[in-house]
């Protein structure tokens, strides 16, 4: 949907369409949703992604799924013992856990764009401490 006749808005609410149907169809498999929940940006345009990527995971809470959210700082301290990880010890630790996870390799490493599963396996492993976790944990241990 790219082109001079199309304005940005527009584009916006397409590329946020784009990203919530999968969202959704992954969240109907799902008895708990995890998310790094980002805390704002640099730039105007990156603004725009933060308010697509909230406004995804406010969708999913109103319609009854079960968002339990975590900070990035959280996830690093929980994940790797050191809040101020890099991207590169989020990436080792996630290897490290999981060796047989499907990890892009680009010439036989593991390149920095794994950042987003590492972060992704992060924030289940934080998430799963949250107080919020533990109480539905008791919930669904009662049904």
Do not use: W
Not at 57 to 72: D, F, K, N, P, S
Not at 93 to 108: C, Q, T
């Amino acid at each position: 949907m790219k082109g001079k006749q199309v304005r940005q808005n527009s584009n916006d609410l397409h590329r946020s369409e784009q990203l919530s149907a999968p969202v959704f169809a992954a969240a109907r498999k799902a008895k708990v949703i995890f998310a790094e929940v980002p805390v704002g940006s640099q730039s105007a345009r990156a603004m725009a992604s933060y308010g697509i990527c909230v406004g995804i995971l406010g969708a999913l809470r109103a319609a009854g799924h079960q968002v339990i959210e975590v900070t990035a700082t959280e996830s690093k301290l929980i994940f790797t013992g050191d809040k101020n990880a890099t991207k590169r010890d989020m990436i080792d630790r996630a290897v490290e856990l999981y060796p047989d996870a499907n990890f892009p390799v680009h010439a036989g490493k593991i390149p920095d764009k794994a950042e987003h599963l590492a972060d992704g396996i992060a924030a289940i492993h934080s998430g799963v401490r949250t107080p919020v976790f533990q109480n539905l944990l008791r919930l669904f241990q009662e049904v």
